[in-house]
């Protein structure tokens, strides 16, 4: 979970932008988390508590407004609409990380991983980027390599996962939907060294730059098992108490970040 937030911090100033290089700074003084952290941190709650992914994700999102919410996503907070609006937006895949991380069987991954995304997200592509994410990172804490991993969410989740990562380089612009977003982040993670090389490579593509880091951030923390020491105290030191708190709880629970 928190190299999903670590993702979205180090994204959060470069979003909208072009492609760079990937020496950029990673937390430059504006950087600052995003509405991709704070549902993280709601589905983690739910895992923690009751498993009521929509009550945690109203309640967060309405201690956290102005994050950078997508319009329906806002709207869906603020009670104008009720009940799932057929998203296929990248929301359900940004926020499913510590699903990955807390289940210990590939059939409770999925479901609730599904779960997580339908209550907003109940588009077939929405639910799919959200199990795609989680199963990917279920498969790295498990210890399976980058191929077996490449080969289990092409087959099962028919994304074209054979494009090169600098072919992605020419080609990427901005683009919020889960069938956009959830390969492209995966290719980045396959082509890492480690996790610090997933997120600069996947940010440095620029456009939704906060969600890519938090898709690649998840993954690469199941499969590379350490972030670096800085990265993580430069993170936590931007996140305020209560966010801090519900990692603190759920590494307690599930002796993972
Ligand atoms: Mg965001």
């Known amino acids: 979970m928190l190299g999903a937030i670590i993702g979205d911090i180090v994204g959060s100033v470069y979003e909208f932008g072009e492609a760079m290089g990937e020496d950029f700074i990673l937390f430059p003084p504006n950087a600052f988390f995003t509405d991709d952290t704070v549902m993280t941190i709601a589905v983690a709650e739910a895992i923690l508590t009751d498993g009521n992914y929509e009550k945690a994700m109203l309640k967060w999102g ?3 407004p102005h994050l ?6 806002q709207s869906w907070l603020s009670g104008h609409r009720k009940g799932p609006y057929n998203s296929f937006g990248n929301g359900s895949a940004m926020r499913v990380s510590p699903v990955g991380f807390a289940f210990n069987s590939e059939k409770e991954v999925l479901d609730e991983a599904k779960r997580s995304a339908e209550c907003t997200h109940n588009h077939p592509e929405g639910i799919k980027g959200a199990q795609a994410t989680a199963f990917a990172i279920w498969l790295g804490r498990q210890g399976e390599s ?3 991993i490449r080969t289990e969410i092409s087959k099962r989740f028919f994304y074209d996962l054979n494009r090169t990562f600098d072919g992605l380089r020419f080609n990427h612009s901005m683009d919020e939907t889960c069938q956009g977003t959830v390969p492209v982040s995966m290719i980045a993670f396959f082509e890492s060294r480690d996790f610090e090389d997933a997120i600069r490579k996947v940010v440095s593509l620029g456009g939704d730059t906060d969600t890519l880091g938090a898709i690649t951030g998840g993954i ?4 590379y098992k350490k972030i670096p020491d800085d990265m993580v105290q430069k993170a936590m030191a931007l996140l305020p108490t209560d966010i801090k708190s519900i990692i603190n709880e759920f590494y307690e629970m599930f002796k993972a970040e």
């Open 68 to 73: 950078g919410y997508g319009g329906m996503f």
């Open 62 to 64: 309405k201690a956290y």
């Open 146 to 148: 980058k191929d077996v």
């Open 220 to 223: 690469a923390q199941a499969f």
